[in-house]
């Protein structure tokens, strides 16, 4: 049931990841979140790394028969310059994905634990439009 979506669905996943790895090839790139054995790495070195994950579904605007997923990636830096730029590189990998397009994007600072380094943090917010093979 419904495997055209889901292949669609996978192929979108793919090219975006595929974009952002090509774009930004320095910068690691992690699903959902941060693997434990990969944290301990951003204790003593800065962070510069991007984690994204596939969110919740909603019923697509003007149609029976699709919905929009949110996608949100999370963009986590320190000592850099090129914060702003750098989220707006993003954005332009991110949307010329096929089906993705732009919906928020909020800028945090946090402090690193007990430590006096700050990160930047960008939740970036997107979302794909999923079209079903029935009806809702």
């Given at each position: 049931?419904?495997?055209?979506?889901?292949?669609?669905?996978?192929?979108?996943?793919k090219?975006?990841v595929?974009?952002?790895?090509k774009?930004?090839?320095?910068?690691?790139?992690?699903?959902?979140e941060?693997?434990?054995d990969?944290?301990?790495?951003?204790?003593?070195?800065p962070?510069?790394?991007?984690?994204?994950?596939?969110?919740?579904?909603?019923?697509?605007?003007?149609?029976?028969?699709?919905l929009?997923?949110?996608?949100?990636?999370?963009?986590?830096?320190?000592?850099?310059?090129?914060?702003?730029?750098?989220?707006?590189?993003?954005?332009?990998?991110?949307?010329?994905?096929?089906?993705?397009?732009?919906s928020?994007?909020?800028?945090?600072?946090?402090?690193h634990?007990?430590?006096?380094?700050?990160?930047?943090?960008?939740?970036?917010?997107?979302?794909?439009?999923?079209?079903?093979?029935?009806?809702?």
């Open positions: 049931m419904n495997d055209k979506t889901k292949a669609y669905m996978m192929k979108v996943k090219e975006l595929e974009a952002l790895e774009a930004f090839p320095n910068l690691p790139i992690y699903e959902d941060v693997p434990d990969e944290t301990q790495k951003y204790d003593h070195n962070y510069h790394l991007l984690v994204y994950s596939m969110g919740d579904f909603t019923k697509g605007e003007n149609t029976s028969n699709s929009t997923q949110s996608i949100t990636i999370i963009y986590y830096s320190e000592n850099r310059d090129d914060f702003d730029e750098t989220i707006i590189d993003i954005l332009g990998v991110a949307v010329n994905v096929k089906s993705i397009t732009f928020d994007c909020t800028k945090a600072r946090a402090r634990a007990d430590t006096n380094r700050f990160v930047d943090i960008a939740n970036i917010e997107l979302n794909r439009v999923v079209k079903l093979e029935y009806q809702i």
